[in-house]
C-alpha cells in the first residue's frame, strides 16, 4: 500500500527558504503517469494547490507562487521536495504531499499532513 | 477568492440527504474532470470521486458526484455523524494551467 510521509523544520524564520521532502514507500515513484504535489492548508483557510512535478522533471505550478516555488524529484531515494523561498507568515500552512493523476487530476494518496510555523 | 465556488456549509439531520454543489465554468469543471474530498482536522484529505463520478475502493456508495456543463454537485446520502467535515472540489483549470479546489463547504450533521 502506497504511503507518502512529509518531514522538514515545523519553524521557518522570515524571510528564508521553506524546505519540505515527502518519502514515498510502499511503490515506486517511477510508476504509473503519475505526478507528485504540494498542498496547503493556512490556518483557517481551506486547501490551496501548490504544484506537481514528475520524475522526469517536468513541473506545473501555482502561478502566485511560482516567482518562490522550487520542486525537485530524487528517484534514489524514492523522494520528492518542496521549496519555498522569501517566506512571510502568510505561509503558515499545514502543508501535504500527494500523488497526482494527470489527464484525470486528481490526487488519490495523501500524506498525513506537517505543519510549518514562519515566524523570528 | 477560489476559482471554484462551493456554499461555504450545508447542514442536515442524520439519515438525510445533502448536496454540495462546485460551480466553474468553461476552463475547468466543463473540459475537465471534477474530483471531490473530505477532509476532517488533523488528518490526511481523503479522495471521494474522481472522474467526475468515479469511487475509489472503499467509499460507500451513499456518496456519488455527478456533472454537468460548468458545475458539479456532490450527492451524499444516508448521512452519519461520521460525515461532519469540509469538503472539497477540484480539477485541472486550462487558462491557469494549474489545478484548483473549491472554497470547501463545512457539513453539519445535527
Known amino acids: 500500500q502506497l504511503q507518502l510521509q512529509e518531514s522538514g523544520p515545523g519553524l521557518v524564520k522570515p524571510p528564508e527558504t521553506l524546505s519540505l521532502s515527502c518519502t514515498v514507500s510502499?511503490?515506486?515513484?517511477?510508476?504509473?503517469?503519475?505526478?507528485w504535489g504540494w498542498v496547503r492548508q493556512p490556518p483557517g483557510r481551506g486547501l490551496e494547490w501548490i504544484g506537481i512535478?514528475?520524475?522526469?522533471?517536468?513541473?506545473f505550478y501555482k502561478a502566485s507562487l511560482r516567482s518562490r516555488v522550487f520542486m525537485s524529484v530524487d528517484t534514489s531515494k524514492n523522494q520528492f521536495s518542496l521549496g519555498l523561498t522569501s517566506v512571510t507568515a502568510a505561509d503558515t500552512a499545514v502543508y501535504y504531499c500527494?500523488?497526482?493523476?494527470?489527464?484525470?487530476?486528481?490526487?488519490?494518496?495523501w500524506g498525513r499532513g506537517t505543519t510549518v510555523a514562519v515566524s523570528s | 477568492q477560489s476559482v471554484l465556488t462551493q456554499p461555504p456549509s450545508i447542514s442536515a439531520a442524520p439519515g438525510q440527504k445533502v448536496t454540495i454543489s462546485c460551480s466553474g465554468n468553461?476552463?475547468?469543471?466543463?473540459?475537465?474532470?471534477v474530483s471531490w474530498y473530505q477532509h476532517l482536522p488533523g488528518t490526511a484529505p481523503k479522495l471521494l470521486i474522481y472522474?467526475?463520478?468515479k469511487r475509489p475502493s472503499g467509499i460507500p456508495d451513499r456518496f456519488s458526484g455527478s456533472k454537468s456543463g460548468t458545475s458539479a454537485t456532490l450527492d451524499i446520502t444516508g448521512l452519519q455523524t461520521g460525515d461532519e467535515a469540509e469538503y472539497y472540489c477540484?480539477?485541472?483549470?486550462?487558462?491557469?494551467?494549474?489545478?484548483?479546489f473549491g472554497g470547501g463547504t463545512r457539513l453539519t450533521v445535527l
Open positions: 472522474d467526475n463520478d
Open positions: 477540484g480539477t485541472w483549470d486550462l487558462s491557469l494551467s494549474e489545478a484548483v
Open positions: 468553461s476552463f475547468n469543471i466543463e473540459k475537465k474532470y
Open positions: 512535478i514528475n520524475t522526469s522533471g517536468r513541473t
Open positions: 500527494a500523488r497526482y493523476k494527470s489527464f484525470n487530476d486528481f490526487m488519490d494518496v
Open positions: 510502499g511503490g515506486d515513484i517511477n510508476s504509473g503517469a503519475y505526478y
